[in-house]
């Protein structure tokens, strides 16, 4: 009985296909195929960190080619983890007390619809020849690592989280015993991951954290929630202060938040804040208060660019990444492009360094 109903309806949907007009094959002739995923890029670099015993050693990551490493100061490079079950990398640190050591965290912290996903933390020893797993594999995607500045047993972690989906293995993460256990001394919920992490140059238990609430599927993405938010520790992460807009931050729900501390005067932080109106942000007593530097000129596409860094000796001085490289030399009012689609690279940008004595280099 099931048979015969199952040919009846077959026999009326051919009935009904064969009484429509299709279209004729001609029109379909000029239709090329189109690649719709996997959308990895392997090129893109993700971060970058430089021993600042010998400022010719330079380690990047990229999104899904690994990390590489140049000892001539970025002339010539060689893949240093290819035999690592992971290619995506989202940080990279390098402990300056021992240069050797080197942190990685995998998973890229730019979820784009080609972003490739990380399982956890890796160590070297001895400046990438080889490496340690470290933990914190369901993390998914670490977007930030810092070593203590005078104890370098003492690490953070800035995890982002699955882009797919929530999962609580997000936040920051603190280790107190070189990496041999973890602890989550920052969460918001499961859908909540970390935009950014910064340290003070002149106080390592002083930090910052943009906390970044997002949903991605493969075809859509919903940047911002009134869960994101910036947080502000002074005992190296033991208790953290939400900053709001009664602190002079925009009001509404919040999207990705960049952050840069201006090193020669550390009382000087800037935000780059997705929001209802995108803005540059600025304060001066060292995170408490916020103000609107400038709305214009700032980038595009803020859930994908958000990294600015300040000049090491000039506080004014500021460098904004994104599809361009844009400079202001007067403390984000205005800013000139200084990198543009000119050089026939692809315009990418979300890694930069700046020397700390010689910020020319």
């Known amino acids: 009985m099931n048979l015969l109903r199952l040919s009846l309806v077959w026999f009326g949907l051919a009935s009904i296909l064969n009484a429509q007009d299709l279209p004729e094959l001609k029109y379909f002739v000029d ?6 995923g ?18 010719d050693i330079i380690y990047v990551g990229t999104a899904s080619g690994g990390v590489w490493k140049s000892t001539d100061g970025g002339i010539a490079w060689k893949p240093i983890f290819d035999e690592q079950p992971l290619q995506a990398i989202g940080a990279i640190a390098i402990n300056q007390k021992n240069p050797d050591e080197i942190w990685v965290g995998t998973g890229e912290g730019n979820p784009r619809n080609s972003h490739n996903t990380g399982r956890g933390l890796y160590r070297s020893r001895d400046a990438g020849q080889t490496w340690e ?3 914190l594999a369901d993390t998914r995607n670490i977007h930030r690592i810092i070593v203590h500045r005078d104890n370098p047993d003492i690490v953070y972690v800035g995890a982002m989280g699955s882009i797919w989906g929530p999962n609580p293995e997000r936040g920051v993460y603190r280790t107190k015993d070189d990496g041999k256990t973890w602890e989550k001394i920052l969460y918001v919920d499961q859908g909540v991951g970390i935009a950014d992490l910064v340290v003070d140059p002149s106080n390592p238990d002083k930090l910052l954290a943009a906390m ?8 859509y993405f919903n940047s911002g929630g009134p869960k994101s938010g910036l947080y502000l520790t002074y005992d190296g992460g033991d208790t953290w202060s939400q900053r709001t807009a009664k602190d002079g931050l925009p009001k509404g729900e919040l999207g990705r938040i960049g ?15 997705e929001a209802k109106v995108n803005g540059l942000y600025k304060s001066t007593d060292g995170g408490r208060k916020w103000e609107l530097v400038s709305e214009k000129n700032i980038g595009n596409r803020p859930f994908y660019y958000s990294d600015i860094f300040v000049d090491p000796v000039n506080e004014n001085r500021i460098y904004n990444l994104w599809s361009y490289v844009s400079l202001s030399e007067d403390g984000g009012k205005t800013f000139k492009t200084i990198l543009d689609y000119s050089t026939n690279i692809h315009p990418d940008h979300h890694a930069f ?3 700390p004595q010689d910020p020319n280099y």
């Open 31 to 36: 239709l090329a195929p189109r690649n719709i």
């Open 353 to 355: 360094w700046v020397h």
């Open 212 to 219: 970044w609430e997002f949903d991605r599927d493969p075809w």
């Open 38 to 55: 996997p959308a990895g890029m392997s090129g893109r670099v993700t971060c970058i960190d430089v021993d600042l015993s010998d400022d």
């Open 259 to 273: 952050l840069a501390i201006a090193p020669s005067s550390p009382n000087i932080i800037y935000a780059l804040i």
């Open 133 to 135: 797993f470290v933990g």
